[in-house]
């Protein structure tokens, strides 16, 4: 049973990067489409950015151009480069399947862009 578990996140300041790494426990299939999700303070859970198998990469409107997905199907982990933060990507980041399955959420990593 894979489990994810993600890790990079931080305080930066508006304009900073972070890179956010999740990493299964167990093996993920190379065939599987991945995602990173987030979910901000008193916010539904949003989708930020998926790569599919094949490598076609989606991102959310907002993040489009600073944010870059990534995956290393040998390493089985999942990969988000965030530049350019702004004070509104403040939350907390997850690393799940797409479509998602609800028993695969991890703790998520905190990531907070404040002055």
């Known amino acids: 049973q894979v489990q994810f578990v993600e890790s990079g996140g931080g305080l930066v300041q508006p304009g900073g990067s972070l890179r956010l790494s999740c990493a299964a426990s167990?093996?993920?299939?190379?065939?599987?489409?991945m995602a990173w999700y987030r979910q901000a303070p008193g916010k539904q859970r949003e989708l930020v950015a998926s790569i599919r198998s094949g490598g076609d990469t989606n991102y959310l409107d907002s993040v489009k151009g600073r944010f870059t997905i990534s995956r290393d199907n040998a390493k089985s982990t999942v990969s988000l480069q965030m530049n350019s933060l702004e004070p509104e990507d403040t939350a907390v980041y997850y690393c799940?399947?797409?479509?998602?399955?609800?028993?695969?959420w991890g703790q998520g990593s905190q990531v907070t862009v404040s002055a």
């Open positions: 167990g093996s993920f299939s190379r065939f599987s489409n």
């Open positions: 799940n399947f797409l479509p998602p399955r609800p028993d695969k």
